[in-house]
């Protein structure tokens, strides 16, 4: 059986899938949160891309018949006082959430990223203005940082993810600062 598998796949692939799959029970047992986190991560992934398959009914279709129900076989989370079916409103929601938590890390490691390599790299004056900056930020709690951004710009998910991106980017410059001047 594992000859037939070799000659469809080619050994190369078979070798690095079985690799991947040591690696992964590896983390697995090493860091189970990590594997936890991961895997709810994945099945988030799964559910906002096949939401029109997996949802059982239209998130945004109001049934005033069904408000306020309990959770049951029909509706497994139960219903708002809309009578829209919640769980069908969190697979669609995750298409959302996922969209300003990716963009957010993605924003916030890449600025901080390079106002660290900025500030290691060049030194003195600019490196002194750009710290000093970043440990204003950093004086900040992120939940207050992040209310003040919204509060000054305003609602939106463009505005929402620039709120979440101000907190992160000054601990991602630290952290490519440090890696950057060791380096230099």
């Not at 997996?54 to 509706?75: I, K």
């Not at 497994?76 to 996922?98: C, E, K, N, P, Q």
């Not at 609602?155 to 890696?179: D, E, H, K, Y």
Request: one cysteine or more; proline letters at 4%; aromatic letters at 12%.
């Amino acid at each position: 059986m594992a000859g037939s598998s070799d000659r469809i796949f080619g050994s190369s692939t078979v070798s690095r899938f079985n690799q991947w799959v040591e690696t992964s029970l590896r983390f697995s047992r090493q860091r189970p949160l990590g594997a936890v986190g991961a895997a709810i991560i994945f099945i988030m992934i799964v559910a906002a891309v096949l939401a029109g398959f997996v949802a059982p009914y239209d998130p945004l279709a109001t049934n005033y018949g069904t408000m306020l129900q309990a959770p049951s076989s029909f509706h497994w989370f139960g219903t708002d006082s809309y009578g829209r079916d919640v769980f069908t409103r969190i697979i669609y929601g995750s298409r959302t959430a996922l969209w300003i938590g990716f963009a957010a890390s993605f924003l916030g490691s890449t600025l901080g990223a390079l106002i660290g390599v900025t500030s290691a790299y060049f030194g003195g004056k600019i490196d002194l203005v750009l710290q000093r900056f970043m440990d204003l930020l950093l004086s900040f709690p992120l939940i207050v940082l992040a209310l003040v951004v919204v509060s000054l710009l305003g609602s939106g998910m463009t505005n929402v993810i620039f709120a979440i991106t101000v907190p992160m980017v000054p601990r991602c410059a630290l952290v490519v600062r440090s890696s950057a001047l060791t380096l230099r």
